[in-house]
């Protein structure tokens, strides 16, 4: 069974940068599928931020693509986002997911962690 | 990019009704569309993918239809559990896009 479990801190100071981590269990990195972010301000929808395959591919939304860098540590089966000079509309839960390398829909989730920006 | 659009906004149904969600897309996404259901605290959960395909272990009473920029959520008799949010996502093309979601109430 694949998991995947985020962890970061739950609050960030305003412009500085938002560190979140995702370790995967049940499946290798390695062997394929795409690997991302996707977030959820309180009460209101999804955003996808951005995805990574494990040999260094990455796509990213355009909204957010100068602050976001996604990275992937296939030795610890797990991957990572950086989002630099958060504001509070940075406020949401942040999700990992899996998807497919054709089938771009996300079939295993994390439980999300709730990322506070505020001083 | 690709703007999904769902309506209704909230769907008021009681148990045992049938119950229809629509996503629009702004340009064509051919087959390339896929359902979530979120309960309240939960992560999404994945329904649907390529417009029409049961996700494994998904209850028959769940149905997805459409192609090019219309689609449809069909649940055919609502049970207490899936009074819940749902979600289209489109992945046709980037960036990956999701619906504003539907909220389905008792």
């Known amino acids: 069974q694949v998991q995947l479990q985020e962890s970061g801190p739950g609050l960030v100071k305003p412009s500085e940068t938002l560190s979140l981590t995702c370790a995967v269990s049940?499946?290798?990195?390695?062997?394929?599928?795409?690997w991302g972010w996707i977030r959820q301000p309180p009460g209101k929808g999804l955003e996808w931020i951005a995805n990574?395959?494990?040999?260094?591919?990455?796509y990213s939304n355009p909204s957010l693509k100068s602050r976001v860098t996604i990275s992937v540590d296939t030795s610890k089966n797990q991957f990572s986002l950086n989002l630099s000079s958060v504001t509070a509309a940075d406020t949401a839960v942040y999700y990992c997911?899996?998807?497919?390398?054709?089938?771009?829909?996300?079939?295993?989730w994390g439980q999300g962690t709730l990322v506070t920006v505020s001083s | 990019e690709i703007v999904m659009t769902q309506s209704p906004a909230t769907l008021s149904v009681s148990p045992g009704e049938r119950a229809t969600l629509s996503c629009r897309a702004s340009?064509?996404?051919?087959?390339?569309l896929a359902w979530y259901q979120q309960t309240p605290g939960q992560a999404p959960r994945l329904l649907i993918y390529?417009?029409?395909t049961r996700a494994t272990g998904l209850p028959a009473r769940f149905s997805g239809s459409g192609s090019g920029t219309e689609f449809t959520l069909t649940i055919s008799s609502l049970q207490s559990e899936d009074f819940a949010v749902y979600y289209c996502?489109?992945?046709?093309?980037?960036?990956?896009?999701f619906g504003g979601g539907t909220k389905v109430e008792f």
């Open positions: 997911a899996r998807h497919g390398e054709n089938r771009l829909d996300f079939d295993y």
């Open positions: 049940g499946y290798s990195i390695s062997s394929g599928f795409y």
């Open positions: 990574i395959h494990h040999g260094g591919s990455t």
């Open positions: 340009q064509s996404v051919s087959g390339n």
């Open positions: 390529g417009a029409s």
């Open positions: 996502q489109q992945y046709i093309s980037w960036p990956l896009t």
